[in-house]
């Protein structure tokens, strides 16, 4: 096996021989071709004892030689430039090879790709680096998998299990101080099971578990979801507008579009300053927002997207659904964005 120096110049001495040797009847024709008519008029003038005819065998030699100089120059840098493209492209193969391959690499698959063998030092020595560092990373994203689930899984076990003996101590005939410390553990109870919930579905985003796409109508899918908004929150003023000449259609997974759009819509329902507020929701070409009026304060830009964020206590939210909306617009390839102005919290979600 040998380095990718060593294989460059070998390839480059041997091309460079075999372009002088090809060469070389080039100059003995060009040779021939300015001087061997001047050499035959003086050897015949010689030998029929004539006087030797006037010739500037200065100028001819100074032109010949420019001549020849220049030639060969170009036919040697013609050749030198497609001999070193050949060169570079053929020693090459294997590293774009890799590079595609790494490029296409999905750690939810389940076989570490396999790289073309290469009598390249360098280019062997990164391959198998790539190979271990794939097969360890797709091992830690199977754990990291599993982990999750299992978790999740029995979490949901014992908050099951709580909810259920909350309810039946519900039905029982409680004093109202009992009754409402029984209130308050079902709350908490009932966080805890969003929150459960929030996480889980945060790291299958981050994990992107979600590989199911299809091409869907944004407007048409927000309409379909407007009747729900409105029945579950009669005392906002929900409203969408778009513009019907657009069509906005983008390749999405329905489960965290469908995620995306409640999460906006509630964080604006519980940062809605007054009742009966009007929520707006807006889609155009190049983006969607949603905006709804505040109180005079504007929310901690810095903070917002991270989780358990919360500027404000009195929600009810777990302060992850921000950050589950961040998640699902950077695994679209989307832009979440948000700004204060005309005192309204404005959340735009941009599609580049």
């Known amino acids: 096996m040998k380095s990718l120096l060593h294989k460059t110049l070998s390839q480059f001495l041997v091309c460079t021989v075999a372009i002088f040797i090809l060469t070389t009847p080039l100059f003995f024709l060009l040779t021939k071709y300015f001087y061997a008519e001047d050499m035959i008029d003086i050897i015949e003038a010689v030998q029929l004892g004539t006087s030797i005819p006037h010739i500037d065998l200065e100028r001819d030699i100074m032109v010949g030689m420019m001549l020849q100089f220049l030639l060969i120059f170009l036919v040697l840098s013609l050749a030198l430039f497609i001999m070193m493209r050949f060169i570079t492209h053929r020693l090459w193969l294997p590293f774009d090879d890799t590079l595609q391959k790494t490029e296409q690499f999905n750690l939810a698959q389940s076989v570490v790709p396999q790289f073309q063998k290469t009598e390249i030092k360098e280019f062997a020595r990164l391959n198998n680096s790539l190979a271990k560092l794939m097969q360890q990373d797709k091992e830690i994203y199977r754990i990291q998998k599993e982990f999750t ?204």
């Open 149 to 352: 689930e299992n978790a999740s899984h029995e979490l949901q076990t014992p908050i099951s299990i709580i909810r259920s003996k909350l309810d039946l101590l519900m039905q029982e005939e409680l004093d109202e101080r009992s009754m409402n410390l029984v209130s308050d553990l079902y709350d908490l109870n009932t966080r805890m099971e969003h929150l459960n919930r929030n996480l889980l579905l945060l790291a299958k985003i981050e994990n992107s578990q979600y590989t199911e796409m299809e091409e869907v109508d944004l407007g048409s899918f927000i309409r379909e979801s407007m009747p729900t908004y409105n029945v579950l929150h009669s005392d906002l003023n929900i409203s969408f507008l778009d513009q019907r000449t657009c069509h906005v259609v983008h390749n999405v997974n329905t489960i965290l579009l469908s995620c995306l759009l409640n999460n906006l819509v509630v964080n604006a329902i519980r940062h809605t300053a007054a009742m009966n507020g009007e929520i707006r929701l807006l889609l155009c070409n190049s983006y969607f927002t949603v905006s709804n009026p505040a109180d005079g304060v504007s929310l901690n830009a810095r903070t917002l997207f991270q989780r358990f964020s919360s500027d404000d206590t009195k929600t009810s939210g777990n302060g992850l659904g921000l950050s589950i909306a961040k998640a699902i617009c950077d695994y679209h390839g989307w832009r979440l964005q948000y700004v204060f102005e005309e005192n309204h919290h404005v959340f735009s979600v941009h599609f580049r």
